[in-house]
């Protein structure tokens, strides 16, 4: 007796854990940098180096890196940026084994920076981080079995999703922008920040197509220590190798820009009119294919007992795979700036979902979007200040198929911002979030490992009538009458004379034992 057996790979992903924290430390100024009159704003960013599992907890540790752009308090008003690392270690409690690898799905700051002194800052942070785990899974499918005496067999055909490639990569980032002609030429950097946009991506054959934005923001001196700033938008777009990857396939994927670096350099001219933008795309990639399978379902001999072994298996079928966006437009008066605020040089956001489920019509997302603003205002000695708030959103994202028990995966970026003066203290302000989904549901599947024969027990069988009539119920199907009173589907057709298999509640009809012949 031969079983045939079809292997399929599904990727699992365990719950996600979410911990918050707090770093507090006091920060040195560095000798070579200027004294600290006013902190104007502070940037904070997580770097997760190690997580091991010790007994119930994840030990991550890492470091806090953060920059700071303050004014200096050296007689004239002049403004400086200093960076700094503070190291980490945070236990986060594990409710339940991982199912494979550790990752950080996501991470978030709130930094807060204030002068103690001119020569120490005081560095406050309220950190979280978003942990799970995933890992591949092999399951053994029954799709025939092959013996040498009579067997009846009953197949169902399944479609299900199984993981074709799951992998991380890289995709370099190397572009340059010049500055408008209305500026001046570039001195000294103060402050740089690049923010991702814009991401999309397709498959193709044998790889990924990505095409994206950047959102760069440089605030600078100019030569002659004029204060000026731009902002622009930089576009950029390559590839990442998959091999055997087709374009009919479904991709989940997870990116996180890292190693960001500025710099400035020369024009053609001999000027530094232009900026070198270099960073890397970490990309956790799963490709996906569908594949529908016939699967042994039962098995009955005439000649023997058989009793079939049956274990429980779970994969996934594909709900559905969704990129969506949410316009979120509010208005916000803010008498604690009135008459303050001259102009806007620089917005930014960040998304904070604080909860999702499965709804009728899709998922439903709660959450805030944390907004800050760098501005000019009328103060000659300190000529710029920031804003902070939050904005609450909520949105349902559409899908045609939901199930109670399916499992999504969801990233999210702000696409596009702005703010914009409606008076002196009342802002506007217009943002449209990006949602990529991707929902799976769980299939049970009744998996025949192995099957039993053994003899009949005669006695029985004799004592079993030759002739049965039979009045149909709900739910029956002619394989379960045919097996229950050891016929065959087709003797059951031909003795009631059926065109097909469909039977009917209420329907009677003769069931004759397989050595019985019809009178």
């Given at each position: 007796?031969?079983?045939?057996?079809?292997?399929?790979?599904?990727?699992?992903?365990?719950?996600?854990?979410?911990?918050?924290?707090?770093?507090?430390?006091?920060?040195?100024?560095?000798?070579?940098?200027?004294?600290?009159?006013?902190?104007?704003?502070?940037?904070?960013?997580?770097?997760?180096?190690?997580?091991?599992?010790?007994?119930?907890?994840?030990?991550?540790?890492?470091?806090?890196?953060?920059?700071?752009?303050?004014?200096?308090?050296?007689?004239?008003?002049?403004?400086?940026?200093?960076?700094?690392?503070?190291?980490?270690?945070?236990?986060?409690?594990?409710?339940?084994?991982?199912?494979?690898?550790?990752?950080?799905q996501s991470s978030s700051?709130?930094?807060?920076?204030?002068?103690?002194?001119?020569?120490?800052?005081?560095?406050?942070?309220?950190?979280?981080?978003?942990?799970?785990?995933?890992?591949?899974?092999?399951?053994?499918?029954?799709?025939?079995?092959?013996?040498?005496?009579?067997?009846?067999?009953?197949?169902?055909?399944?479609?299900?999703?199984?993981?074709?490639?799951?992998?991380?990569?890289?995709?370099?980032?190397?572009?340059?922008?010049?500055?408008?002609?209305?500026?001046?030429?570039?001195?000294?950097?103060?402050?740089?920040?690049?923010?991702?946009?814009?991401?999309?991506?397709?498959?193709?054959?044998?790889?990924?197509?990505?095409?994206?934005?950047?959102?760069?923001?440089?605030?600078?001196?100019?030569?002659?220590?004029?204060?000026?700033?731009?902002?622009?938008?930089?576009?950029?777009?390559?590839?990442?190798?998959?091999?055997?990857?087709?374009?009919?396939?479904?991709?989940?994927?997870?990116?996180?820009?890292?190693?960001?670096?500025?710099?400035?350099?020369?024009?053609?001219?001999?000027?530094?009119?232009?900026?070198?933008?270099?960073?890397?795309?970490?990309?956790?990639?799963?490709?996906?294919?569908?594949?529908?399978?016939?699967?042994?379902?039962?098995?009955?001999?005439?000649?023997?007992?058989?009793?079939?072994?049956?274990?429980?298996?779970?994969?996934?079928?594909?709900?559905?795979?969704?990129?969506?966006?949410?316009?979120?437009?509010?208005?916000?008066?803010?008498?604690?700036?009135?008459?303050?605020?001259?102009?806007?040089?620089?917005?930014?956001?960040?998304?904070?979902?604080?909860?999702?489920?499965?709804?009728?019509?899709?998922?439903?997302?709660?959450?805030?979007?944390?907004?800050?603003?760098?501005?000019?205002?009328?103060?000659?000695?300190?000529?710029?200040?920031?804003?902070?708030?939050?904005?609450?959103?909520?949105?349902?994202?559409?899908?045609?198929?939901?199930?109670?028990n399916m499992t999504y995966?969801?990233?999210?970026?702000?696409?596009?911002?702005?703010?914009?003066?409606?008076?002196?203290?009342?802002?506007?302000?217009?943002?449209?979030?990006?949602?990529?989904?991707?929902?799976?549901?769980?299939?049970?599947?009744?998996?025949?490992?192995?099957?039993?024969?053994?003899?009949?027990?005669?006695?029985?069988?004799?004592?079993?009538?030759g002739i049965t009539g039979?009045?149909?119920?709900?739910?029956?199907?002619?394989?379960?009458?045919?097996?229950?009173?050891?016929?065959?589907?087709?003797?059951?057709?031909?003795?009631?004379?059926?065109?097909?298999?469909?039977?009917?509640?209420?329907?009677?009809?003769?069931?004759?034992?397989?050595?019985?012949?019809?009178?």
């Amino acid at each position: 007796m031969e079983y045939v057996t079809r292997q399929m790979q599904t990727y699992r992903t365990g719950n996600r854990i979410t911990d918050q924290f707090y770093i507090d430390d006091d920060y040195n100024v560095p000798d070579v940098k200027s004294d600290v009159k006013k902190v104007i704003l502070g940037e904070g960013t997580l770097t997760v180096e190690d997580m091991k599992v010790v007994e119930n907890y994840i030990r991550v540790s890492g470091k806090l890196n953060f920059k700071v752009l303050y004014v200096t308090d050296e007689g004239e008003t002049r403004l400086s940026c200093l960076e700094g690392r503070i190291p980490f270690e945070e236990m986060i409690y594990l409710e339940q084994e991982p199912v494979g690898n550790l990752f950080v799905q996501s991470s978030s700051v709130d930094l807060t920076v204030t002068a103690i002194h001119s020569r120490k800052l005081s560095i406050k942070t309220l950190a979280e981080l978003n942990v799970c785990s995933e890992g591949k899974h092999e399951t053994e499918l029954t799709t025939d079995i092959e013996c040498g005496q009579s067997l009846y067999k009953r197949f169902e055909s399944k479609e299900f999703l199984k993981v074709f490639a799951a992998m991380k990569d890289t995709y370099r980032i190397k572009e340059e922008v010049s500055i408008g002609g209305t500026k001046e030429n570039i001195g000294t950097l103060l402050w740089t920040e690049v923010t991702s946009r814009k991401l999309d991506t397709r498959l193709e054959a044998d790889e990924l197509r990505i095409q994206g934005e950047l959102l760069l923001f440089c605030f600078y001196e100019s030569l002659d220590g004029k204060t000026d700033w731009i902002e622009q938008t930089v576009p950029y777009e390559g590839r990442i190798e998959c091999y055997g990857a087709q374009d009919k396939m479904y991709h989940q994927i997870y990116p996180e820009l890292v190693d960001v670096n500025i710099d400035v350099r020369m024009d053609e001219d001999g000027e530094m009119r232009l900026i070198g933008v270099e960073a890397t795309l970490e990309v956790r990639l799963i490709v996906y294919e569908e594949e529908r399978l016939e699967i042994l379902a039962d098995a009955y001999s005439l000649e023997q007992s058989c009793m079939p072994k049956i274990t429980e298996e779970q994969l996934e079928r594909l709900l559905m795979q969704n990129h969506s966006k949410c316009k979120v437009t509010e208005q916000l008066s803010l008498p604690e700036i009135k008459d303050d605020i001259l102009q806007i040089c620089h917005s930014s956001a960040r998304i904070q979902v604080e909860h999702t489920e499965a709804a009728e019509g899709g998922i439903q997302i709660e959450g805030v979007l944390h907004i800050s603003f760098l501005y000019v205002k009328a103060d000659d000695a300190i000529p710029f200040d920031t804003w902070q708030g939050m904005v609450p959103f909520s949105y349902l994202l559409e899908s045609n198929e939901t199930a109670a028990n399916m499992t999504y995966g969801l990233t999210y970026a702000v696409e596009q911002l702005s703010i914009g003066l409606l008076g002196t203290d009342e802002i506007e302000i217009k943002a449209v979030l990006a949602f990529h989904s991707f929902l799976k549901e769980p299939v049970c599947i009744r998996n025949i490992r192995e099957i039993e024969f053994t003899p009949f027990d005669m006695e029985e069988m004799e004592r079993r009538p030759g002739i049965t009539g039979y009045i149909v119920r709900d739910g029956d199907i002619l394989w379960d009458l045919a097996k229950k009173y050891n016929t065959t589907v087709e003797g059951i057709m031909e003795v009631n004379e059926l065109p097909s298999e469909e039977i009917k509640a209420g329907d009677r009809i003769l069931i004759f034992k397989e050595n019985m012949s019809i009178l």
